[in-house]
T-cell receptor, first 116, second 109 residues
């Protein structure tokens, strides 16, 4: 599958814990985006990386951080987890980034995080 | 503030009936508007974008700047159109998408 991949599919953890979500973009895509979808909420933009550098930030909590590695995969780190962090976390990728002329964003299948 | 509003959580129609999924936006400037669709057990995918002015799977959407709307329409719904539909906005000079909360379309036989 040459599309966007995300691991793990499901993650169950306890409050106060820390987890890492991983995303591999489509081959050739330089931008990676992270979105959070909570119950009854639309997808909320968290952060964008382009070729290893942070390009845009949305409503991302200070407890959350992300990075993009030289091989262009990205990780989203969530720490001091709270019940309200339970959500679907989507990753998307696109060819360009940072210019506003980026092409279509391609989405991964998502990681479902449950915080108990 | 930038916002996308989809007032209907659920829209149910019978096969062959016309469909209109509503989307209104708030943005000071000229945004790009998109419709994304998520079929059951599939990932979110782009359906159409206003700058393309094209019809995909029989769906069309016209950007109405006066009414700040980008409603998605199809004259004759098919059962395979049943899915979750999200309207999204992208501002000038940025890449991030601002999504609405989505509308679930159910097409009954």
């Amino acid at each position: 599958d040459s599309g966007v991949t995300q691991t793990p599919k499901h993650l169950i953890t306890a409050t106060g814990q820390r987890v890492t979500l991983r995303c591999s973009p489509r081959s050739g895509d330089l931008s990676v985006y992270w979105y959070q979808q909570s119950l009854d909420q639309g997808l909320q933009f968290l952060i964008q990386y382009y070729n290893g550098e942070e390009r845009a930030k949305g409503n991302i909590l200070e407890r959350f951080s992300a990075q993009q590695f030289p091989d262009l995969h990205s990780e989203l780190n969530l720490s001091s987890l709270e019940l309200g962090d339970s959500a679907l976390y989507f990753c998307a990728s696109s060819v360009g980034g940072g210019t506003g002329r980026v092409g279509e964003q391609f989405f991964g299948p998502g990681t479902r995080l449950t915080v108990l | 503030a930038q916002r996308v509003t989809q007032p209907e959580k659920l829209l149910s129609v019978f096969k062959g009936a016309p469909v209109e999924l509503k989307c209104n936006y708030s943005y000071s400037g000229s945004p790009e508007l998109f419709w994304y669709v998520q079929y059951s057990r599939q990932r979110l995918q782009l359906l159409l974008r206003h700058i393309s002015r094209e019809s995909i799977k029989g769906f069309t959407a016209d950007l109405n700047k006066g009414e700040t709307s980008f409603h998605l329409k199809k004259p004759f719904a098919q059962e395979e159109d049943s899915a979750m539909y999200y309207c999204a906005l992208k501002g000038r000079g940025t890449d991030k998408l601002i999504f609405g909360t989505g509308t679930r379309l159910q097409v009954f036989p």
